[in-house]
């Protein structure tokens, strides 16, 4: 984690949420959890720029399962407070690994956080040693 100085970031977009009651924990913030369901959104929204979405990977017998995920709370997120979720794939080559910042409506930071997923073929559950070749083109032809 920490921050991207001097880091390659290959594909990045901003995500907002704005949670929702059900959201909330019993202190009346956002349970912990939900900030992964959040990572899923951002990080679908930003693979679809790419037009990667879970259809082409099950297309392609392609499963990637997260191997690491971490996250830091520096702030808590409200009820109904607007979230900028910005996502960049620092790695695609060997696995897709995503930061995730959370900023308020202030830009301050909420949250750093991020995931290492693995390319796993579908059928047989066996990793593999790069990433799937279609994968690497899509990220390698917006970045020439």
Known sequence: MGKNINKKIY????????????????????????????????????????????????????MWPIVKLEVKYINSIKLNQKVRIHTALTEYLNGMKIEYTFYNEDNKIISRSSTLQMPIDSETRKGFLNSPKDFIERIERINN
Do not use: C
Not at 40 to 61: C, F, S, V, W
């Open 11 to 62: 594909l990045e977009n901003d995500y907002y949420i704005k949670p929702s009651f059900y959201d909330l924990d019993p202190m009346g913030v956002v349970w912990h959890g939900n900030y992964i369901k959040f990572m899923e959104q951002a990080r679908e929204a930003m693979l679809e720029i790419i037009d990667y979405n879970y259809d082409i990977m099950t297309a392609k017998g392609v």
